[in-house]
DNA sequence: CCGACTTTGTGATTTGGCTCACAAGCTGCG
DNA sequence: CGCAGCTTGTGAGCCAAATCACAAAGTCGG
């Protein structure tokens, strides 16, 4: 067994290029694909498709390159996906029942399984199929069906809250939309993903590239040199 | 003036640092933070906040800490943040409506001024006080009301197609939810959500924590010692 | 005004990841 | 079979960012 340390900028990509050769796949255009195309389809460079895939093992072809098939075997199987994740959003409102109703999870593992809020107008209510259950319910729930992963798309106040819910009925995985931190024990996994930050850190280079053209322009008016 | 070169990463923790900040300021406890402090706030370490904020100049004082006014006001300034906005939402789905109702963009200044969509269904109708208008009408409408970030809410198999649009009426900030690439002249800045990519992130670690545990179980049983 | 204490700001060092460049290895053709 | 043409896999060097560690600069109590 090589050395099972696969960095996480790695698994990070690891999804992407699952992705692109899923599309790949589709499209049947061919058997293989080298690390040149696959990093094209993926936006990143040939030379870190090949270094990512090597951490996997050795499985391309020199002069050929990836078998896509077994390439894709090898990332579903290496990022867990052989598997289904039962999972459970917390906070039905507006962007739980988007997500709640989201066919690209299931089509990659994720099977949508329950749903809970605390608010009688939600609690009872069917979205996407699902009947939206108290949140009391959530620990014998996870007991039943073998809840693994929680998503928390309550607002900031409650996250923790809820966070707490999800570490006491056991799971381990947890994907927190709310724009606040939670604090858990050391062996559950929390990612935030927090929509304002991507336009906050957008807002910061536009600003940045309208200040320089506008220094430019400011320059060409007084007649000095541009710097 | 100072070097004006803020590292990429700490851009994208400016933002965690103003929320913390603006918490603080709503339950006024005191006029002034720790980089200890606003550390744990943000979940970080304090040395990296201290480098951080470094970078915007020398705002604290030592023995004391930062003037939190004060320090919402720069990193508000740095972010671009002192001005609004105007944002324009393609593709009014699911996700598009969860968007379009959020309050939480516009508090931040990004005020959603626009939606559009292609489909004779969404277009005309009423969503979060705008009316979707079609596609087509974009590039007047930027024209007319000078927005300038560009969130992509439609089908991967469009990602492309709209972020041309954006492209060709002028808008230089693109916010991607579709899990698709999308190419764009240099001087357009995209950035990519992908909720699913998260989510097999997650999944990566709690099988690699699972497989641990049961080759554990396994050894237990074989009385063998444990690696 | 002094000395104990707190907290910042920043050089120095370490870490982790990205890129380059090329030998190794495969294919196909004559 | 040998050679030309690709493409992988990876060591080496480089660069950005994280962390460390401490002097500098402030507060506060007496
Ligand atoms: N809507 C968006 O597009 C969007 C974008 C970015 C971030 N967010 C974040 O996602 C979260 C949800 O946003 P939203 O727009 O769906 O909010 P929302 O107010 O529409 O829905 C929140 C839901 O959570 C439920 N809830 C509240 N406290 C709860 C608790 N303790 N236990 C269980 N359920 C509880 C409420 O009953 C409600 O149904 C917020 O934190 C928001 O900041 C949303
Ligand atoms: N819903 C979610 O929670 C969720 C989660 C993760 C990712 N996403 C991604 O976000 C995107 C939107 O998801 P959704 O669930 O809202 O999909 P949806 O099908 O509900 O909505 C897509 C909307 O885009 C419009 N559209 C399609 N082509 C268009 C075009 N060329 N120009 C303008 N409008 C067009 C459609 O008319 C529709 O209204 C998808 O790419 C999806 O993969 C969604």
């Known amino acids: 067994m090589r ?10 990509r690891l999804p992407i290029y699952l992705r692109a050769l899923l599309d790949l796949a589709e499209t049947q255009r061919a058997l293989t694909v080298s690390s040149e ?12 498709v090949r ?5 996997l093992g050795s499985y391309g072809t020199r002069g050929v390159g ?8 090898q990332i579903t199987r290496e990022l867990g996906l052989t598997q289904d994740w039962p999972t459970a959003i917390v906070g039905i409102g507006n962007l739980g029942r988007a997500l709640a109703s ?4 299931s089509e990659r593992g994720f099977r949508i399984d329950a749903l809970f809020d605390n608010s009688s107008e939600a609690v009872g209510e069917e ?3 699902l009947i939206v259950r108290h949140l009391d319910e959530l620990k014998d729930c996870v007991a039943e069906s073998g809840l693994c992963i929680g998503i928390i798309a309550t607002p900031p106040t409650s996250a923790q809250e809820v966070a707490e819910h999800f570490v006491d009925a056991g799971i381990k995985s947890i994907l927190n939309f709310a724009p606040a931190m939670v604090n858990v024990p050391p062996d559950v996994n929390v990612r935030k993903v927090d929509l304002s930050i991507e336009l906050q850190i957008l807002s910061f280079y ?4 309208q200040a320089i053209a506008a220094a430019r322009e ?7 040199p541009s710097a």
Chains 1, 2 share one sequence.
């Open 102 to 105: 989201y066919k690209g999870f």
């Open 37 to 48: 195309e696959l990093a094209r389809l993926a936006g990143v460079n040939a030379a870190k």
């Open 127 to 129: 979205v996407g199929g």
């Open 51 to 55: 270094k990512d895939l090597s951490y």
């Open 218 to 224: 400011a320059n060409r008016r007084l007649n000095l």
């Open 66 to 73: 990836y078998d896509i098939e077994y390439l894709l075997y």
């Open 3 to 12: 050395s099972r340390a696969i960095p996480e900028a790695t698994v990070a």
């Open 206 to 209: 536009q600003q940045r590239t």
